[in-house]
């Protein structure tokens, strides 16, 4: 066990997530996974061996929307806090636009951690976006990664497809092939997947090319059962619940409903859904509309969602809503079905499964495909018999619990044939309630639950994984990059020709030094070169892995000891980046000719050109008069290099310094000619070796500037003393 509890981290990124009065059902993005989430971390946080849970969301500034999105805490419970990290706009958006902005959102989240001072035993990704967010973070600081999808793209894809809307909509709109890339991603890299429901795995992780290299696990989720407690607490007096707050709820729900009802008294069927499609409220209503039987013995009431105007809804929202009213008017329901404008989720969804309860009524989900069916669970914790889909996960709820009976819900008689059976049968519908009540305090409460997921959570001790890294003897133990940039105090940042290499013996010196200061320094290279050449040069001087390489002219950096790229970095400087066009634009200057191979890459194109005063002139004015954003470097009197504006060696050490917060004076930079100019001018310690070309003479006498007698690594090793480091 560990020494102390364990640190949890929970990564949900989409929606509106808060934990006062959580606005569940508000839109798309704010429904059963929120909840789901604010019960899962609270949970968490009262299990014996848990000793923090934080929750990970976006932090929204939006009008639109309460300032409480915007705070970047907010406590839960003692243990349990909602931590709040901003990522590209302020303003809410829906989640299959976030996927740009997830880099910078993982770049904020370290920070963050680092202030911890703890790194935490697991990183729990929910649906695709979180998953990604705690993939990368949990390959940076080697800690186990579990994902729990909620949904997935796959089935979404072939759902849509089968509405006949095309691929190339689809992708515009849903993002989707973006989502499916990345779930295959996460299924191959996740220490263990959590599902709710064995046929998930099956169905629809099973669809995943990826699909045999997933570690799975069902653990259904759990019904807060203090909210959730049986209707006849309510009857017997001495184990009431009930407060002035519930009564006050109840009496307003019968309100509401008695506006539409002529025959109030009857039991009635439920139904409590948001207004998409998929839920098939339009099945149910037929059902009711066409049975004359159901008709007489029952009233119905189907809640689906807040709604203020339903012209100004999304599409598929308003035609739902707007089917209902003409289904209604065209069965002539009126005075029967109840379909209440408004609930408040959190407080009255438990007393109206209680009312429908204690009318004798029944709870109805009408959807299709229901791949969990939370809402099944919740109404028979309560004590309401269910009627609900043969597919998903309504099959393990039922055969958990015998609440209720399964039906084709494709077929409008069936489903209203099982509502008379039970509606019209009390002892079945006793036998159903009691099931389902005793049968969710075995099966799903959250306390199973934690338990369950601890217990895996425990088998993934990282001291796995770092045994199995010790046994290769080659490679000593190394941190990951996440766990030793956190940790470090002084990090070097060297260039790689004529500054680093050049004097073999002096070289083998301070790679010496570097590894016997090792806990207290890093270092790192920056080069113009392309990862490959990097990696050539290393082997030729047999130079080992750094903590951090600066590539092709600080447009890519990657960290050892894997070579993970840093793609918030990625995504930082490809702002404004529009290669074909510059080279269009230089097309016509026969002064330049494009390097070959590796010269050119994403964000790097090079040429080779002679010293001559004036080309660079004409090369800005080809490049402005095209209005681009670029940044340009020669050096070496041969080297061209242009690169996204953002971009260049100095501006990829100020991003390192400004991630892995680290004080300027606590990096030097090393460099000998013009393509280190600019990391050496910036607010570091800047050391210049004493082979330096001519380029770098304009330097001299700059205070944070020192320029070493010594050439090469002898050169470093004398900064590295000048500057205290060492
Ligand atoms: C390296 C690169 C080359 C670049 C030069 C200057 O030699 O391979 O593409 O132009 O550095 O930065
Ligand atoms: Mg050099």
Known sequence: MNRHGLYIQLFSLHGLIKGHAPELGRDADTGGQIKYILELAVALGGHPEVERVDVFTRLIRDKKISEEYAKPVEMLTEKVRIVRIACGPGKYIRKELLWPYLDEFIDNTFKFIKKQNRIPDLFH?????????????????????????????????????????????????????????????????????????????????????????????????????????????????????????????????????????????????????????????????????????????????????????????????????????????????????????????????????????????????????????????????????????????????????????????????TMGKALINILADRIKWDDFSCGGINGVRNHYSWQTHCSKTVKAIQALAPSNTLSEISMDTHSPVRKPFGKRLTEISKLLITDIDNTLVGDNEQLQTLLHLLEGNKERVGWGMATGRSLDLTLDIMTEYNIPMPDVLICSVGTEIYYGPDLRTDKGWQSNIAHFWNPEKIKKSLEDLSFLTPQEGEGQRRYKISYYMDDDDGLLDQIHQCLHGAKLRYQLIYSHGKFLDILPYRASKGKAVDYLQAKWEIAPQDIMVAGDSGNDEDMLKGKQRGLVVGNHSNELKKLKGRRSIYFSKHGHAGGIIDGLGHYQFI
């Open 125 to 413: 990704g929910h649906y695709a976006d979180g998953g990604y967010v705690a993939m990368e973070l949990a390959a940076a600081f080697d800690a186990p990664f579990v994902f729990t999808g909620h949904s997935l793209g796959r089935n979404k894809k072939a759902k849509l497809l089968a509405e006949k809307i095309s691929s190339e909509k689809i992708n515009k709109h849903y993002k989707i092939d973006k989502r499916i890339e990345v779930e295959e991603q996460i299924i191959s890299q996740a220490n263990l997947i959590i599902t709710s429901t064995q046929q998930e795995i099956t169905n629809q992780y099973g669809l995943y090319q990826n699909f045999h290299r997933g570690t799975y696990e069902v653990i259904a989720p759990g019904v807060d059962l203090e909210t959730f407690y049986p209707y006849y607490h309510n009857q017997l007096e001495s184990q009431s619940n009930d407060d002035e707050v519930s009564r006050q709820t109840r009496v307003g729900l019968l309100r509401e409903l008695y506006r539409f009802w002529v025959a109030p008294h009857k039991p009635f069927i439920l139904a409590l859904c948001r207004p998409d499609k998929r839920k098939n409220i339009h099945g149910l209503i037929e059902a009711y509309g066409k049975s004359r039987e159901l008709q007489a013995i029952a009233n119905l009431a189907i809640f689906a969602g807040i709604r203020k105007d339903i012209q100004v809804m999304g599409d598929n929202e308003k035609s739902v809503l707007t089917d209902m009213l003409l289904m209604m008017d065209y069965y002539d329901l009126y005075g029967k079905l109840a379909i209440p404008k408004k609930h408040d989720f959190e407080s009255e969804v438990p007393e109206l499964y209680r009312l429908c309860a204690e009318s004798g009524g029944v709870f109805i989900n009408p959807a299709l495909v229901e791949p969990f069916g939370l809402t099944l669970i919740e109404a028979s914790a309560c004590g309401l018999p269910i009627v609900a889909t043969n597919d998903g996960g309504p099959v393990d709820i039922v055969k958990n619990c015998t609440n209720g009976i399964l039906v084709d819900v494709s077929k409008i008689d």
